[in-house]
């Protein structure tokens, strides 16, 4: 992790990135990595996707 912090990677949770990503990248790419075919976005707390997006 030193080595990465050193040469100006940035971490995110678990996803690591070069240089200063917009969150809403970061989250793009958690969303296609993570759910294959839809989303569902809304406030509900019983919003399974929305838990598990919050996790990643």
Known sequence: MN?????KYRF??????????????????????FFKFDI?????EDNEDMRLLRIL
Request: hydrophobic fraction near 35%; include cysteine; glycine fraction near 6%.
């Open 3 to 7: 080595f990465l912090i050193h040469n």
């Open 12 to 33: 995110y949770g678990d996803y690591v990135t070069k240089g200063a990503q917009p969150y809403a990248i970061v989250c793009y790419d958690a969303v296609r990595k």
């Open 40 to 44: 569902k976005l809304d406030s509900d």
